[in-house]
């Protein structure tokens, strides 16, 4: 079946970049997702890339897709201490739905 | 984009009790759907809430359990029925919109005792 796979933790010094990786198993996924999720609070869509684009970039985010190895990063450009969060790298199954991996808990130490 | 509001944000229930959790959006959706994120977990995918008719649930999941309404295009519910502990989780509402984007309400934190 689908999956989605994501390393649990990641941390970085402020200013700092950093780079979320995914692998996703759905060569047929669409759309893919990256989200934010704060403690306490619900997802916060952040960007998504359209399967057949290499790169998107959104002022400090970048997002880069090998879709021949199913591989999607997310990149944070000089990462603040408010970047602390749990991301959630997802792929599109059809219809709408979403396939999420585990999250990766990034902290920024100052 | 779109805006999604959920009730309760949260809530503490008794065993064996149900709660109906409502999710409204403020433009009509064609899509809609139920997520499940247990604690510290991911987020599992429930049902499709469909408008007019049933939901189209995912495996481990029924309809006794977890009844779905989704009477227009702004509006659907999700009733988590005779609960136990391990229905303690955060459930969430997400639509579709025409770009292709899928949004997420804030979520519904329930516990149960």
């Known amino acids: 079946g689908e999956d989605v796979e994501q390393s649990l933790f990641l941390s970085v010094r402020e200013g700092d970049s950093s780079v979320i990786n995914c692998t996703y198993t759905?060569?047929?996924?669409?759309?893919l997702y990256w989200y934010k999720q704060e403690p306490g609070a619900g997802l916060q869509l952040l960007t998504y890339?359209?399967?057949?684009?290499d790169m998107k970039q959104d002022q400090r985010l970048t997002v880069l897709l090998n879709k021949k190895d199913k591989h999607l990063s997310l990149r944070i450009a000089d990462t603040q201490t408010g970047d602390s969060a749990i991301y959630f790298c997802?792929?599109?199954?059809?219809?709408?739905?979403?396939?999420f991996g585990q999250g990766t808990e990034l902290s920024v130490k100052p | 984009s779109a805006v999604i509001s959920q009730k309760p944000s949260r809530d503490i229930c008794q065993r064996g009790t149900s709660l109906t959790i409502q999710c409204q959006v403020d433009?009509?959706?064609?899509?809609m759907f139920w997520y499940r994120q247990q604690p510290g977990q991911s987020l599992t995918l429930i049902a499709t809430?469909?408008?007019?008719?049933?939901?189209?649930?995912e495996s481990g999941f029924v309809i006794d359990k977890f009844p779905i309404s989704r009477p227009n295009l702004t509006f659907s519910t999700l009733t988590v029925s005779n609960m136990s502990p391990e229905d303690s989780s955060i459930y969430l509402c997400?639509?579709?919109?025409?770009?292709?984007?899928?949004?997420f309400g804030e979520g519904s934190r329930l516990t149960v005792l």
């Open positions: 997400s639509v579709v919109v025409g770009t292709g984007e899928l949004f």
């Open positions: 759905d060569s047929s996924s669409t759309y």
């Open positions: 890339i359209f399967s057949n684009m």
């Open positions: 997802a792929e599109s199954i059809g219809g709408g739905k979403l396939i």
């Open positions: 433009s009509q959706v064609t899509m």
């Open positions: 809430a469909n408008q007019g008719s049933e939901a189209t649930y």
